[in-house]
Nanobody
């Protein structure tokens, strides 16, 4: 079991940057696959980035070269640095965790979720 709490969302103009954080509590944080998802208003939740227990990172094509995912296993924190944000990237951002593997962005495969943090990118 792990509990996840996101923070760091807010409002920025297009081209701005934000750093999201996900603080975890529970057992064996370092063993989890961790992911960031976002859900624009009226749309489905989509994967943004994920990082496995060994530190291997994967990004959605739309955010590659602009976003950076990282984890601090000593502090039990997951980060997402978002640069050059676009208006269409507004929405609620969630962190999530899974224990089985780190092979996809399918939300049902992630058993643990934070409450979300709002990101608004204005044009």
């Amino acid at each position: 079991q792990v509990q996840l709490v996101e923070s760091g969302g807010g409002s920025v103009q297009a081209g701005g940057s934000l750093t999201l954080r996900c603080a975890a509590s529970g057992d064996n944080f370092g063993a989890y696959c961790l992911g960031w998802f976002r859900q624009p208003p009226g749309k489905e939740r989509e994967g943004v980035s994920r990082i496995n227990s060994g530190g291997l990172k994967l990004y959605a094509d739309s955010v590659t070269d602009r976003f950076t995912i990282s984890r601090d296993n000593d502090k039990n924190i997951l980060y997402l640095r978002m640069n050059n944000l676009k208006p269409q990237e507004s929405g609620v951002y969630y962190c999530a965790a899974r224990t089985r593997n780190c092979m996809d962005f399918e939300p049902p495969n992630y058993g643990y979720w934070g409450q979300g943090t709002q990101v608004n990118v204005s044009s």
